[in-house]
């Protein structure tokens, strides 16, 4: 029989490592993939310490369009199928979209869209097969509009809606699709973003620790959606009393105060 594992990608940091750590100590064999092949390396031997299987290490830039075949390949060789596989990777930039770099503002749609489709498309059948998960990492920013991280906030929009309609696809075939909806979780991702510091204290209230385990928690259950801490879960329900335009403006100044 072919040994199922896991993959879990942006595995070098923040939420993802988190989840690299929940999904081992609950006796997943995994696959981790990011850039930064040292982290991962970091990562592998801690959890093949601690829950005594070490990881697949997949060195990989999902930026780059040949991502998906690099990583299908490395699973390949190592002749593994993909039980769950958990989308994190992510990445956004502030400030105004027309004033970024427009190669990176691209970049975030390659990352947050196309590589997450790619996988998620890619691996669907091994997920069908072995009755698996699909969790994809979302954001609260992808209810809203979001001038300052226009880009970003679209990604994550994207990303609900496609994680919604493929439940709705691949649950009659036995898989669990979840969508994780955090708020702003101190990890790296800030700093990468260029948004100041200090301004998001008062709300970083869930650890991404605790992100990462109430996901796994989500997907097992079979949870359409993940909004880890209370005054997340009410933002979609109060976003349906405003107008969009109150929303969209009340947005922008939120954010012109996060520079």
Do not use: W
Not at 35 to 50: P, Y
Not at 111 to 120: C, G, P
């Amino acid at each position: 029989m072919t040994e199922r594992v896991t993959l879990i990608t942006g595995a070098s940091a923040g939420i993802g490592a988190e989840l690299a750590r929940v999904f081992a100590a609950n006796g997943h064999r995994l696959a981790l993939t990011a850039r930064r092949a040292d982290r991962l390396e970091a990562l592998a031997n801690e959890l093949a310490a601690t829950c005594g299987k070490r990881p697949i290490v997949i060195a990989c830039d999902l930026q780059q369009a040949d991502a998906g075949e690099r990583i299908a390949a490395a699973l390949a060789a190592e002749e593994v199928e993909l039980d769950n596989l958990v989308n994190n990777a992510g990445f956004g930039v502030f400030g105004d979209a027309i004033e970024r770099d427009r190669d990176e503002q691209v970049g975030i749609v390659d990352v947050n869209v196309r590589a997450l489709t790619d996988l998620s498309l890619r691996f669907a059948d091994q997920l069908v097969r072995n009755k698996g998960g699909l969790l994809n990492v979302g954001s609260v920013a992808g209810f809203l509009p979001g001038p300052g991280m226009a880009v970003y906030y679209a990604s994550k929009a994207y990303v609900i809606s496609l994680t919604e309609a493929l439940r709705a696809e691949l649950a009659p075939r036995g898989v669990r699709v979840t969508v994780l909806c955090p708020g702003p979780v101190q990890t790296e991702f800030q700093g990468r973003a260029g948004v100041g510091s200090g301004h998001d204290t008062a709300i970083l209230n869930v650890p991404a620790a605790d992100v990462a385990r109430q996901a796994y928690r989500g997907l097992m259950a079979n949870k359409r959606a993940v909004l880890p801490g209370l005054g997340i879960k009410i933002v979609p329900f109060a976003l349906r009393f405003f107008p969009r335009g109150f929303i969209l403006s009340a947005t922008s100044r939120f954010q012109r105060q996060r520079s």
